[in-house]
């Protein structure tokens, strides 16, 4: 089985991260992906871009190599005494999709009870699509509400193959309990790479040996392909659904059960 897209990478934008948007798209070229993702850091991170960054992602390609892009964006999760996320309505007008994600910088770990209803806040903003590195140990949840939220809400639980490698030491146990329960409870993920350099996008072969060791279903693997993740996003009213069904028409999408 191939996995063939990314929802999560970095550019230099984000200032610990390293590479450009011309050398994700030779990169993902390169690697036979489809479809990859650029989604910086929300305003609260420290060394996140401006706010008119994103509003001006509109002059980037959308399509180059024969490779797509999507334009995201990873919102922070706020503490409670403040609003949900640090995006509202009108910038993710611009944006393809949002993932909602923890970070210490912007909210300090606290209990599972918070951490799980500032998790179900976010989701129930209507603004994200995509539930980031839920299984950080530093932040640790009660599993199946959030789960329960994200399939009510239609947003996707991420599989963050950098979890498993070199970021949020010792999240795979929470992880593997995450993909358990999101699989009891007929749920959908989206793996992703989390690169911050171009050379690992599309890398997630590590989330993707997780999820075949327990026999999740291919089926709810909502980023195996392009045209899945595209039609999902039009569930959620995104316009670049419609922007990229032609080229969708034109993608030859290989039967996944035959790689």
Request: glycine share 6%; charged share 20%.
């Amino acid at each position: 089985m191939r996995h063939l897209t990314d929802t999560h990478a970095h550019t230099v934008a984000s200032t610990h991260a390293y590479s450009t948007v011309e050398e994700y798209f030779q990169a993902a070229a390169d690697k036979g992906l489809q479809l990859f993702s650029i989604t910086d850091h929300g305003p609260e991170m420290p060394d996140s871009p401006h706010p008119w960054h994103f509003g001006n992602m509109r002059v980037l390609p959308r399509i180059r190599y024969g490779v797509a892009m999507l334009k995201g964006i990873e919102a922070n999760i706020l503490p409670a005494e403040h609003r949900p996320l640090d995006v509202n309505a009108t910038l993710m007008s611009f944006m393809d999709f949002g993932i909602a994600s923890f970070h210490e910088p912007v909210f300090p770990p606290s209990d599972r009870k918070t951490h799980t209803q500032a998790m179900i806040a976010a989701m129930e903003t209507g603004l994200i699509q995509i539930l980031g590195h839920p299984g950080n140990p530093n932040y640790p949840i009660n599993i199946e509400e959030v789960v329960r939220a994200a399939r009510d809400n239609n947003v996707l639980i991420e599989i963050n193959n950098s979890s498993f490698v070199s970021s949020r030491l010792g999240s795979e146990p929470y992880c593997i309990e995450i993909l358990e329960t999101v699989q009891a409870l007929d749920w959908k993920v989206a793996l992703s790479s989390d690169s911050h350099v171009h050379y690992t996008v599309g890398d997630v072969d590590v989330a993707l040996g997780k999820i075949e060791s327990i026999g999740f279903p291919d089926d709810n693997i909502v980023t195996l392909n392009a045209r899945r993740l595209i039609e999902f996003l039009g569930e959620h009213g995104k316009p670049v659904a419609r922007e990229l069904s032609d080229w969708l028409d034109e993608l030859e999408v290989p039967d996944i059960l035959e790689l």
